[in-house]
């Protein structure tokens, strides 16, 4: 049949999801891979990720194990785990459950996880400082055709949307199929929602965290999730052990798909406004709190799950396709596995002319699979701040809260590839007896 060519593929962002599609895409020889990245240089925001072992299994088959182990303190550790605590109570709080990592999660600087991926690109493969304005796919020669705001253009094979939560290659592939197929409830898909939460970030030097007589605060020796109503504060250490990475959450339930009142996406804070809010809060939460450098916040946003992921030769990948609430800490290591899967289908797509089917393969195996992680990561949120169907009844709480993170041993990532693989292969199959 046809013979090897290749398969030029844009990757629009140069975040988590388009480093990582980039490096993982160069390992195969017939793919060219561009990287077109708005900003002036990569950055990651200076606060902490955790990853779990399905990820690092996808790093050890990328062949990035050793880089990433050189980039964080932790090791996989059965009895590491959060501890759960009820801390608004206006009192010293408790604990009352303890969710382990079986696992085997590590925790990472956003910055210092964000390098391993520049580390492993290939050279000049990425183009700084080029915003996508819009893309057009030519109908005689399926080219995409790509508008940078700077006037210039490109072409591709295939456009990866990897440009995050306001994503402009989903804004103009949702519009567009609205109007091609007069399906006007597609425009709910463009823009993201707001969850009705705000985070207040920050990190705490862990220095400030050990007592005159050497009494270490809870955060520096394990990941901890203090509960309240509508409230919530997650603490871990990061960079060694040199920092704790605190992020502090305040929901109103009635606000959930409104529009911000107060700021637009990000804004910087006093730390009195964040003392205030968690006024009622056990002390070991507050000295968190009282200790955050610089801290900021932000709006939560979300988009609805997606009814697609490809519209011809552009496809839509990580926070693009499923920007969730972070309560699973699932968004990166979701992104991740979607760029393992496509580059492992592209990687098996020798010509043009079936990408097509890698494409159709790639949207079976991830797309239900992103959206049912959403789904979970909004359960947890409202777990967390003790307002789901559970409310107050912690006994019961505290399982079900486990159970949203199971996902990530039910399968794994070979058994995804594998399932992708066979999926393009019965299409392949099919589509070669309807053409003979
Ligand atoms: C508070 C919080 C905590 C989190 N904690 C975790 C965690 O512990 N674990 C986890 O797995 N996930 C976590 N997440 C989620 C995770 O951060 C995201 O899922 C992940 O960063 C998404 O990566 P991305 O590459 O898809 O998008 P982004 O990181 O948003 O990258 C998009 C890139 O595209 C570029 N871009 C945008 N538009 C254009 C354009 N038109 N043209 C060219 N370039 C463009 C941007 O400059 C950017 O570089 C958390 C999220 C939040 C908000
Ligand atoms: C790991 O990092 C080193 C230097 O930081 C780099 O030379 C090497 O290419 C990296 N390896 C991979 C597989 O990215
Ligand atoms: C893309 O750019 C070309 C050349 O600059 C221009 O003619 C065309 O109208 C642009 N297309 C869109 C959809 O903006
Ligand atoms: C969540 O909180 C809101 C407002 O506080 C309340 O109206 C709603 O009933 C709560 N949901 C559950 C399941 O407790």
Wanted: proline content about 5%.
């Amino acid at each position: 049949m046809s013979t090897e060519k290749t398969l030029r593929v844009a990757i629009c962002g140069g975040g988590i999801s388009g480093l990582c599609l980039a490096v993982a895409l160069s390992q195969h020889e017939h793919i060219k891979v561009d990287v077109w990245e708005s900003a002036e240089r990569f950055k990651e925001l200076g606060a902490g990720l955790m990853v779990f072992a399905r990820t690092w299994r996808i790093f050890q088959l990328l062949g990035l194990e050793a880089n990433f182990s050189a980039a964080t303190h932790t090791k996989p550790d059965p009895s590491v785990g959060y501890q759960f605590r009820r801390s608004d109570l206006g009192e010293e709080g408790f604990g009352w459950h303890f969710v382990p990592f079986p696992y085997g999660c590590r925790t990472f600087h956003r910055a210092h996880f964000l390098d391993v991926f520049v580390d492993g690109l290939p050279p000049n493969i990425v183009h700084y400082g080029k915003r996508l304005s819009s893309y057009k796919q030519d109908e005689t020669t399926a080219e995409i055709i790509l508008n940078f705001t700077d006037g210039s253009c490109a072409t591709c094979d295939l456009l990866v949307g990897c440009d995050g939560i306001k994503s402009t290659v989903r804004k103009q592939m949702f519009s567009t199929m609205a109007q091609r197929e007069a399906k006007p409830e597609f425009l709910n898909f463009v823009d993201p929602k707001w969850t009705g939460t705000i985070a207040y970030r920050g990190l705490v030097p862990a220095t400030r965290l050990v007592g005159p007589g050497g009494e270490r605060h809870r955060t520096l020796d394990s990941p901890v999730m203090y509960c309240g109503k509508n409230q919530h504060l997650v603490a871990y250490a990061i960079s060694r052990g040199e920092m704790v990475n605190v992020v502090a959450y305040l929901t109103d339930p009635s606000k959930e798909n409104t529009v911000p009142d107060s700021f637009d996406w990000v804004a910087d804070c006093d730390r009195e406004e964040v003392l205030q809010t968690f006024s009622s809060w056990e002390s070991e939460a507050q000295v968190l709190l009282n200790n955050m450098q610089n801290p900021t916040k932000w709006n939560i946003h979300k988009i609805s799950p997606l009814p697609n992921a490809v519209d011809g030769r552009v496809v839509l990948l990580g926070d693009a396709l499923h920007a969730m609430g972070p309560h699973l800490g699932a968004g990166a290591t979701t992104a991740i596995e979607d760029a393992f899967i496509l580059a492992i289908l592209l990687g098996a797509t020798s010509s043009p002319d079936t990408l097509d089917l890698a494409l159709a393969a790639y949207e079976e195996i991830r797309l239900a699979q992103a959206n049912h992680i959403q789904h979970l990561s909004d359960e947890a949120g409202h777990m967390f701040e003790l307002n789901s169907s559970y409310r107050e009844r912690l006994d019961d709480l505290g399982p079900a809260i486990a159970r949203q993170w199971s996902f990530l041993a039910d399968t794994t990532p070979d058994d995804e590839a594998k399932r992708a693989l066979d999926y393009r292969f019965r299409l392949l199959n099919s589509s070669d007896l309807a053409w003979s």
